[in-house]
C-alpha cells in the first residue's frame, strides 16, 4: 500500500510555492510506527519557513509532525535528530554521503529510513 499526502504551506501567500514529490520508505520495523504502511508519497513545499530549499531535516520535521501515527515519536527521532540505530539512504547512498538533514531535496528523491536494531 502506498500512501500520498499533501503540505500546503499558508505562508507562500505572496508567491505560489512549488511542491516537490519525495517518495519516502520504511523498513525493518519503522513502518509500525507510520500506521503500517511503509512507502509513502509526501508532497512538500520546495522552500522552507526561511526560503532556502527544503531539506531532509525539513521532510524529517514533517514527517514527526504529520504522518507518524504511533506516539513513540521518540523510537524514530531523538534530540531533534533521526535516533541512533536508523540508517537514511537518499537515492540508495549514506545520508552521510550527502550531508544528512543539511540535504536539500530534489522531486523525485527517493529516502528510506531502515532500523537497524532488533530486539531479542
Excluded: C, Q
Excluded at 20 to 47: A, R, S
Excluded at 53 to 80: C, H, M, Q, Y
Aim: no cysteine.
Amino acid at each position: 500500500m502506498v500512501t500520498t499526502v499533501d503540505h500546503h504551506s499558508a505562508a507562500a501567500v505572496a508567491a505560489p510555492a512549488s511542491n516537490i514529490k519525495i517518495k519516502v520508505e520504511f523498513t525493518g520495523g519503522l513502518e509500525i510506527l507510520f500506521d503500517n504502511v511503509p512507502k509513502h508519497t509526501v508532497n512538500l513545499p520546495d522552500k522552507s519557513s526561511n526560503g532556502k530549499p527544503a531539506t531532509a531535516g525539513d521532510l524529517i520535521s514533517w514527517l514527526v509532525e504529520n504522518l507518524i501515527k504511533d506516539p513513540r515519536k521518540e523510537l524514530f527521532v531523538l534530540d531533534g535528530g533521526i535516533r541512533p540505530g536508523i540508517l537514511v539512504l537518499i537515492n540508495d547512498a549514506d545520508w552521510e554521503l550527502e550531508n544528512e538533514d543539511k540535504y536539500e531535496l530534489k522531486d523525485g528523491d527517493n529516502i528510506l529510513f531502515v532500523s537497524t536494531l532488533h530486539g531479542g
